[in-house]
Nanobody, 115 residues
Framework: QVRLVESGGGLAQPGGSLNLSCTAS????????MGWYRQPPGKERELVVL???????NYADSVNGRFTISRDNMKSTVYMQMGNLRPDDTAVYYC?????????WGAGTRVTVSS
């Protein structure tokens, strides 16, 4: 069982930046695909970015070039730097870990982009 805890959400102004972290416990995350999803108010959860264990990364078109994911397997932590934030980035952001058929979610951290 993998436990994921997100941190770093909050309020940012349009054009600003925020950094999210996700720390895992319960297993070595090295073989896991690790990523971030988000759920905007009134909408369904959507993929933001996935980091595959072999090194490839998939970004949603809406965040490509603005968000950057990185991972430190030794620290069991995944990071996401969010830049040039827009109001439509407002959402609850969830950390996700995937290994074969097993998927795990964090409780989420809220990001609000507003002036």
């Amino acid at each position: 069982q993998v436990r994921l805890v997100e941190s770093g959400g909050g309020l940012a102004q349009p054009g600003g930046s925020l950094n999210l972290s996700c720390t895992a416990s319960g297993d070595d995350i090295t073989p896991y695909a690790m990523g971030w999803y988000r759920q905007p108010p009134g909408k369904e959860r959507e993929l933001v970015v996935l980091s595959w264990p072999a090194g490839s990364i998939n970004y949603a078109d809406s965040v490509n070039g603005r968000f950057t994911i990185s991972r430190d397997n030794m620290k069991s932590t995944v990071y996401m730097q969010m830049g040039n934030l827009r109001p439509d980035d407002t959402a609850v952001y969830y950390c996700h870990a995937i290994l074969v058929r097993n998927g795990y979610w964090g409780a989420g951290t809220r990001v609000t982009v507003s002036s």
